[in-house]
């Protein structure tokens, strides 16, 4: 089986669509580990409904970024994570942690990249730039992580229409039922699978 881990720091619906999906027998891997960022975020229920072994790793616990990325190596590392899916994960990782999972770390982000995305783009300001540009299609997409913000290859993306009257809010809930909530498992199962078909060939 492969082993998944998800990073969150939200509310965690896209957490949740993953565990759904899991439950139906129709992930392609197994959600070993949540790692949330914070304390008191709704993710944390929803990873203690589910049964599901979870951290608390804070960044501002730790003395320095180095530190708290060590902190999540170890702990990725003794569960044995193959895949890391950032759902919704605000932090930024360096680097030097990317890395050590390459093509192993796969994010959602609320728009179709190249579009709206990059440093500072995240939660509403995605949607309030896609409005404010009157972009008649926004969507969302999965790709790979690399050392650019949203900067890595792209695996699935899903649009809709941008309505007229839609407000930043519309469009975010719009796009996370119909776009982001699909996607993201149909990319965990074809990251999974070529996982899967490298260990084979080792
Ligand atoms: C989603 O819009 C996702 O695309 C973005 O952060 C939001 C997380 O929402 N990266 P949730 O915590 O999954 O509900």
Redesign the pocket.
């Known amino acids: 089986m492969i082993k998944i881990a998800v990073l969150?720091?939200?509310?965690?619906?896209?957490?949740?669509?993953i565990l759904d999906k899991e439950k139906q027998g129709l992930l392609n891997g197994e959600v070993s580990l949540i790692v949330a960022s914070k304390d008191n975020?709704?993710?944390i229920e929803r990873a203690k409904k589910a049964d599901k072994k979870y951290v608390v790793i804070c960044k501002k616990d730790y003395e320095s970024k180095e530190k708290y990325e060590e902190a999540l190596l170890d702990i990725l590392n003794s569960e044995n994570i193959d895949l890391i899916v950032?759902?919704?994960?605000?932090n930024i990782l360096s680097e030097d942690f990317i890395k050590k999972y390459p093509e192993r770390i796969i994010?959602?982000?609320?728009s179709l990249i190249p579009s709206f995305c990059g440093d500072g783009m995240?939660?509403l300001k995605?949607h309030e730039a896609a409005l404010n540009y009157g972009v008649k299609l926004s969507g969302?997409t999965v790709h790979y992580v690399n050392e650019v913000t949203d900067g890595g290859k792209i695996i699935l993306q899903k649009a809709i229409e941008v309505k007229e009257d839609d407000s930043p809010e519309s469009l975010?809930k719009r796009?996370?039922e119909n776009c982001?909530w699909i996607i993201l498992p149909e990319a965990i199962n074809i990251v999974c699978e070529k996982i899967r078909k490298e260990k084979q060939d080792v």
């Open positions: 969150v720091s939200g509310g965690g619906t896209n957490l949740q669509a975020i709704y993710a950032l759902a919704g994960y605000l994010n959602i982000h609320p995240y939660g995605v969302a975010q796009i996370m982001e």
